[in-house]
């Protein structure tokens, strides 16, 4: 099919009915079968790709070619236990699958209906009882699902299983059915803020645009994610990049812009080949060019690839490496809004962002505003990883607290370990503490703790990480992320950094934390972008809440969290070893000494403190002090 109208966009998606009835389990269709295997970056990785081919191949060796369709999604979101496969209608999900699973679940499931229990999920706070429906396992039933709507639902490749989705319903409506001032303002009634870390209400950004005198306009999605953690934005361009294309024509329109980029970073190669697939499909079907469904609209974008500088997720340095210089931001006023790229009127948004927009437009923003809190509205997608049981991502609605995310979606943390802390917002997020886990996922309320709500990247810590060393790590991000561009970002971070260094080394002096206070606030309050205005959060936030471990590091020369390799010393303990040799034998610096059966020792001079001989210990007779 070529360029549509209106009613063809329509007509295809009626004609998809049955298969979405299929895929929500509404429907059987002569027992007709629907394998959703992920397919994003992470299944990828996880060998999904083998598993898919073999089942395809054992499908058409059965001769069910005719009734089973297997069909590659996007992540399905939960991580750790690809690679998975939804079978639809049941519903039922299959993980960590392998090529060996394949004759099983052909066998056993397709043609004689039973399910393969040794496939099925298993809740290990429920006594490893197997769940096997998606929808019934808590890390997708305590979701609420609006950016993530598409999960395991549709082919990222083929539009027209989008457009059975609703993609592009929201376009129409805005080309066709409303004014630009009543998009806008369906936008502003949302409540939406921006989902790329500042917060900035949306609707808000796009009237300053819209009122901005000029012919020229562009729309400008951000999707250089660059966040330690963080792969949201990833994830729903490999999953769903349909929504992302339709929520910068919505933009478009709404400003009155012709032309937009997509900048998605180099190292995200499925999510620029999807949307570069998503592109040329839309385009054939008159949903990107000239006269979009007949609406006299014109929009066009392209994807442009960034190099993997941090600095360019601000927006004034994407716009700048677009324009082909060095990507670098520069002062404001003026703002994006009245002189962006090209020094034309610009609207820039995340991923998150704009696939949101269309889900807005379509159903208004009243409905989108009921989700939330007072003044953060809607859901919001985080990526949940760390020392916790479940990581992947996850989608909940704003004013969800902390510890819901992570004890009743993330599973809580492994080896009934005590959780320390929730590291929230990026590498220039902060620290909250656990005694803080009630504070809920509200812009305000996560600022109030000293971290931000970011781009949605979420960390879990447990008792074995150590605040200065994370505070360290962090710090260390930002300073080689600097661009250099403002003297307080470049050296102010520096010396943070140096001084940080030097405690977790044993060297701190006490005044160094008094020092490192005054420094995050010269570096917060004169820097020229977010990055440095941001960069000493991580030190400012655990210097907050763990003062205490800062006072170990600096006074008793001691880490709390034995992870400091400078204030640890290995021994091994008389009462426990057997003489056995082993961590002898793994040593690679020769530093454990003494004949078999007799009870051996390390030398604090030599020994590197690499770990390897408690894990090679079996008795526990090593120990870290």
Same mark, same amino acid.
């Given at each position: 099919?070529?360029?549509i109208?209106?009613?063809?966009l ?17 429907t059987?269709?002569?027992g ?17 790709e083998?598993?898919r081919?073999?089942?395809?191949k ?7 070619s005719q009734?089973?369709?297997v ?14 496969m ?13 090529p ?15 399910l ?8 290990a ?16 039933s305590?979701?609420?699902l ?5 999960l ?21 409506? *805005? ?5 630009? %001032? +009543? ?5 502003? &009634?949302? $409540?939406? @803020? !921006?989902?790329g870390?500042?917060?900035?209400p ?26 330690p953690g963080?792969f ?49 499909q ?24 960034? *190099? ?5 997720? %601000? +927006? ?5 490496? &677009?324009? $082909?210089? @060095? !990507? ?12 962006g790229?090209?020094?034309k ?14 889900q ?11 989700i ?12 949940l990883a ?43 997020g ?11 996922t509200?812009?305000e309320?996560i600022?109030?703790?000293g971290?931000i709500?970011?781009?949605? $990247? ?5 008792e ?8 360290r790590?962090?710090?260390e ?5 600097s ?8 050296e102010?971070?520096?010396?943070m ?5 030097k ?15 005054e ?29 205490d ?17 400078a204030l ?45 001989c408690?894990?090679s210990c079996?008795f ?6």
């Amino acid at each position: 099919m070529g360029r549509i109208n209106r009613d063809q966009l329509n007509e295809i998606k009626s004609r998809g009915k049955g298969i979405i009835d299929i895929r929500l389990g509404k429907t059987l269709v002569d027992g007709e079968k629907h394998l959703m295997i992920g397919g994003g970056t992470a299944c990828h990785a996880s060998r999904s790709e083998p598993v898919r081919d073999a089942i395809k191949k054992e499908i058409k060796k059965r001769g069910l070619s005719q009734r089973c369709k297997v069909i590659e999604t996007g992540n399905d979101s939960f991580a750790t236990l690809a690679p998975v496969m939804v079978i639809y209608p049941e519903g039922v999900y299959y993980v960590h699958l392998t090529p060996d699973d394949v004759d099983d679940i052909v066998s056993q499931h397709l043609i004689d209906g039973k399910l393969v229990e040794r496939l099925l999920y298993k809740d290990a706070t429920d006594n490893d009882k197997p769940i096997p429906r998606m929808m019934d396992i808590p890390y997708f039933s305590n979701q609420t699902l609006i950016t993530l709507r598409n999960l395991t639902l549709i082919d990222p490749e083929n539009i027209d299983d989008a457009i059975y989705r609703d993609a592009y319903q929201g376009a129409a409506k *805005a080309l066709i059915d409303i004014t630009t %001032e +009543e998009i806008i303002n369906q936008v502003k &009634i949302s $409540g939406i @803020r !921006g989902r790329g870390g500042a917060g900035f209400p949306t609707g808000m950004k796009w009237q300053f645009a819209a009122q901005a005198e000029g012919d020229i306009k562009y729309v400008l999605c951000n999707a250089d994610e660059g966040d330690p953690g963080a792969f949201m934005d990833r994830s729903v361009l490999e999953a769903d990049p349909h929504a992302v294309l339709e929520g910068m024509i919505i933009a478009a329109k709404a400003i009155n812009a012709h032309q937009g980029y997509i900048y998605c970073r180099a190292e995200y190669p499925l999510a620029i080949k999807r949307l570069t697939i998503a592109i040329e499909q839309a385009r054939r079907y008159g949903l990107l060019g000239k006269d979009i469904l007949g609406s006299g609209f014109d929009f066009d974008l392209e994807i442009y690839q960034g *190099a993997g500088a941090f600095v360019c997720g %601000e +927006e004034t340095a994407l716009m700048i490496s &677009i324009e $082909g210089k @060095r !990507g670098m931001p520069r002062p404001r006023p003026p703002f994006p809004a009245q002189e962006g790229l090209w020094k034309k009127p610009t609207v820039l948004n995340n991923v998150e962002t704009l696939a949101n927009i269309p889900q807005i437009i379509l159903n208004g923003g009243q409905w989108y505003a009921a989700i939330g809190t007072e003044r953060s509205k809607g859901t919001k997608v985080f990526a949940l990883a760390g020392k916790v049981i479940n990581s992947g991502l996850v989608e909940v609605p704003m004013g969800m607290p902390l510890k819901n995310i992570v004890y009743d979606i993330g599973g809580g943390i492994p080896e009934n370990k005590q959780l320390k802390a929730v590291q929230i917002g990026g590498p220039s997020g902060g620290c909250i503490p656990s005694d803080l886990l009630d504070t809920v996922t509200d812009y305000e309320a996560i600022t109030g703790t000293g971290a931000i709500m970011g781009s949605g $990247g979420m960390v879990v810590m447990d008792e074995d990480n150590c605040m200065v060393d994370i505070a360290r790590f962090f710090m260390e991000f930002c300073q080689e992320e600097s661009c250099g561009k403002c003297t307080p970002c470049r050296e102010g971070t520096k010396r943070m950094l140096e001084i940080v260094t030097k405690i977790t080394e044993g060297r701190g002096e006490i005044d160094d934390i008094a020092t490192l206070e005054e420094l995050a606030d010269m570096v917060k309050d004169s820097s020229l972008c977010g990055l440095g205005q941001t960069a000493p959060n991580p030190v400012l936030s655990t210097i907050r809440h763990f003062r205490d471990e800062y006072e170990a590091h600096i006074k008793d020369k001691r880490c709390p969290a034995h992870v400091c390799k400078a204030l640890i010393t290995y021994i091994i303990v008389e009462e426990k070893c057997p003489g056995c040799g082993k961590c002898k034998r793994v040593c690679p610096v020769e530093a454990i000494t003494g004949e078999k059966k007799v009870v051996h020792k390390i030398d604090p001079e030599k020994c590197i403190k690499c770990g390897a001989c408690i894990a090679s210990c079996k008795f526990d007779a090593i120990e870290v002090v």
